[in-house]
């Protein structure tokens, strides 16, 4: 396959000087007009299973209020994971939650390869490029990576409103648990996933290994599937992602 994609991400919002670069691997829905919609419904690839519902409106308005730079990834998870490293065993699934994918059964290496090179590895490349200039600068970075997750999993209700993701450097993820618990909000740590060195791409690659200070959140979709929902997010962390820094450069001296 030949075709020549439009651009795979989407840059949102603008750097306000603030130390955080919002991240969004699963924000998009889009498919490559050759896929042929995946031989999926509209429908079905609107479900969860095809991205992270409402998490495109609480990250644009997070970076509005920020303000800060949002990187979007404009492709449906079901064309490539961009939260999987290429070649993983879920990077492009041949079933997710009951729905089988049609295009992506019995794919070839060639097929494979085009969705990394198109997809996969410039929305990453312009997320690093991101990180390496303002690293350039002498500047603090943190990485925020957001997510969505469904309410209702394998007919097994999820109680938590949101969750954080964390694994070789918790820090950052323990002030935002209990800044959110102070908010009267149910909050897992590590659900309704943990973060692990392989289930995980963009924080083990951005933030873990270039020793990045980082946040992985997920936000239950029932809360965020509609505006008012997703403003009430955006203001929420809006206000606490820079309360949560704070503390952590008091905690561990480090520079604002
Ligand atoms: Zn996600």
């Given at each position: 396959?030949?075709e020549?994609?439009?651009?795979?991400?989407?840059?949102?919002?603008?750097?306000?000087g603030?130390?955080?670069?919002?991240?969004?691997?699963?924000?998009?829905?889009?498919?490559?007009?050759?896929?042929d919609?995946?031989?999926?419904?509209?429908d079905?690839?609107a479900r969860?299973i095809?991205?992270?519902?409402?998490?495109?409106?609480?990250g644009?308005?997070?970076?509005d209020?920020?303000?800060?730079?949002?990187?979007?990834?404009?492709?449906?998870?079901l064309?490539?994971?961009?939260?999987?490293?290429?070649?993983?065993p879920?990077s492009?699934?041949?079933?997710?939650?009951?729905?089988?994918?049609?295009?992506?059964?019995?794919?070839?290496?060639?097929?494979?390869?085009?969705r990394?090179?198109?997809i996969l590895?410039?929305?990453h490349?312009?997320?690093?490029?991101?990180?390496?200039?303002r690293?350039?600068?002498?500047?603090?970075?943190v990485?925020?990576?957001?997510?969505s997750?469904?309410?209702?999993?394998?007919?097994?209700?999820?109680?938590?409103?949101?969750?954080?993701?964390?694994?070789h450097?918790?820090r950052?993820?323990?002030?935002m648990?209990?800044l959110?618990r102070?908010?009267?909000?149910?909050?897992?740590?590590?659900?309704?996933?943990?973060?692990?060195?392989t289930?995980?791409?963009?924080?083990?690659?951005?933030?873990?290994?270039?020793?990045?200070?980082?946040?992985?959140?997920?936000?239950?979709?029932?809360?965020?599937a509609?505006?008012?929902?997703?403003?009430?997010w955006?203001?929420r962390?809006?206000?606490?992602?820079?309360q949560?820094w704070?503390?952590?450069?008091?905690?561990y001296?480090?520079r604002?």
């Amino acid at each position: 396959m030949t075709e020549i994609l439009a651009e795979s991400f989407k840059v949102y919002g603008q750097d306000g000087g603030g130390p955080f670069v919002l991240v969004s691997d699963h924000a998009g829905q889009a498919v490559p007009p050759t896929l042929d919609g995946l031989g999926l419904s509209a429908d079905e690839r609107a479900r969860h299973i095809g991205w992270d519902i409402g998490i495109d409106g609480v990250g644009r308005k997070l970076a509005d209020a920020l303000p800060a730079v949002l990187i979007e990834q404009v492709y449906s998870r079901l064309v490539i994971d961009c939260n999987r490293a290429p070649g993983h065993p879920t990077s492009i699934v041949t079933q997710s939650d009951g729905t089988a994918v049609p295009r992506n059964q019995s794919l070839s290496m060639q097929d494979r390869a085009w969705r990394e090179q198109a997809i996969l590895h410039p929305y990453h490349q312009r997320i690093t490029q991101e990180l390496d200039a303002r690293l350039a600068q002498k500047r603090a970075v943190v990485v925020v990576a957001l997510h969505s997750f469904t309410p209702v999993m394998r007919e097994v209700a999820r109680p938590w409103h949101v969750g954080l993701l964390h694994n070789h450097d918790s820090r950052l993820a323990h002030i935002m648990i209990d800044l959110l618990r102070a908010e009267g909000l149910v909050v897992g740590d590590n659900e309704p996933y943990a973060l692990t060195d392989t289930s995980d791409y963009t924080i083990p690659l951005h933030g873990e290994q270039r020793a990045l200070p980082h946040i992985e959140i997920e936000i239950r979709q029932d809360l965020i599937a509609h505006p008012e929902g997703q403003a009430e997010w955006a203001a929420r962390l809006a206000s606490l992602l820079p309360q949560a820094w704070r503390i952590f450069c008091t905690r561990y001296e480090q520079r604002p």
